[in-house]
């Protein structure tokens, strides 16, 4: 499956903060065809580092989808039945407005001109394109990490919009450890010279503060199991140690290259500014209660954590619960076993596929 | 969705190859709001659903049980019983359902006020440990009775409060419980006489 990236662009976005943005473009990809009645859609949200490629192959860079073994015919979300729609985040990198789009007031990148965004501004930008494709109301929002806290934002900010969602390896909000990880990301990044308060495009980009930032990110994704699984103390092309600071092991040779890869790929500053909007993210902010800040939800929900995931641990998904079941809100839970870490809900999706292909069916029956 | 019909035991016991739960849905009445504990994977619920319009909801320990629930579009939580309750608002159900369950719970008699807290009435079925067989095998082996209803050895079965009808009737009057209907099976066949002797498993109607 061949998939095409599409943009659309708004005169301007109102922003959490207060300030106007504008005008903002969206990329996104669909796969799978809109009924008639227009009932079938689902928003699939991507994580921190996604973007719009969810499913298929890029004609451009003839990569599978971040979500191409969930997406697509026959899968859990599946597209023979379903439409699913994926846009890129605001504040990203990869076709929809961040810091490195031009500013059309000085015809120069934002950088760090560029507004301060939340989670709550990206799904506003989302419910923008839905409207721009006239579907009035989702079948499922879903995602996993920073996509299930969108999932969550649409639920409470647009319940008449929202059939179900699935927030996956998700939380309502950051743990003190969830924002040291980010905040030693963004310190990597600010401490590279070629930052340069965020002013070097067209310059030399701060390769090596962002690589280390991906590198911290890739170590908390993982789980402990599967790093001994996959590197151990394994050396790198060699019989024994070097006795100096090249690579020995194969873990290092491993997050040195996805490191290295990822500054092809993603925008410093978008680094900043996602991970910041992912720490401001508080569901129950002001707010006696997280159950009182679910009020306003209409939808059901399946939540599903995993047992390794130690950056996004079940009981951050089973406060999700908790809160929905105080409200006495139609809520499934499960917690699914694997050894893959966070990024379970990216690699080891045979179970997540038919928990989602089941509660999607039975969504889909009772919604019409 | 399929029309709210009056389900046929013999139909409900071969399809689910439950006998309790042909008594169940006998007792839950059409569109109720139900929540079954140890709900298994999810088929009494897709049941009473498909076929009383009920809103089900379940709680399941068994993490593959709950994706078997979960995959068949039930909304199940993994989660314990015993003190899973706690975040359910009062009175949130018509029926809370705990069939042959109760006799796993660490604290049964807590279950039940949670049940009864949560519910405007609970029906609880279980095995009848009183059944004469239980008392026979008890009797001529001196050991801990094996039965086709507690087939386990001593050291491996989940059954770890085991009951008879007089003790729960017993529990029933010293929580002030108002027992509403009671039915007692051995096989297919409904015990009339005798119950505590004859019947394998008691379903109860309580509520306070």
Known sequence: MIVESNTVRFDSLTLDSGSTLGPVD??????????????NAILALHAFSGDAHAAGISPETGKPGWWDNMIGPGKGFDTNRYFVICSNVLG????????ASINPATGCPYAMSFPVITVGDMVRLQKMLIDSMGIPRLLAVTGGSMGGMQALEWAVSYPGRVVAAIPIASTTRHSAQQIAFNEVGRQAIMADPDWNAGDY?????PARGLAVARMVGHITYMSDDSMREKFGRRLRGKQDFSFGFDVDFEVESYLRYRGSQFVNRFDANSYLYITKAMDYFDLAYKQPSLAAAFEPAESRFLVISFSSDWLYPSYQSQEIVRALRSRNCDVAYVELESNYGHDSFLVDVAEQSELVRGFLASTFEKAQ | MTAPTVPSPAFVRDLLGRRDYAIISEIVTPGARVLDLGCGDGELLEWLAAHKDVKGRGVEKSGARVQRAIARGVSVFQGDIDGGLADYPDRAFDYVILSQTLQETVYPRAVLREMLRV???AIVAFPNFGHWRMRLSMLTSGRAPRTALFPYQWYESPNIHILTVLDFEELAALEGLTIERRYFLAGHRKVTLMANLLAEVAVFLVAR
């Not at chain 1, 969206?26 to 009932?39: D, F």
């Open chain 1, 201 to 205: 495009y067209g310059k030399q980009p």
């Open chain 2, 119 to 121: 519910g405007t009435r």
């Open chain 1, 92 to 99: 990203g990198c990869r076709g929809t407005t961040g810091p």
């Open chain 1, 26 to 39: 969206v990329a996104y990809e669909t796969y799978g065809q809109l009924n008639a009645a227009k009932t």
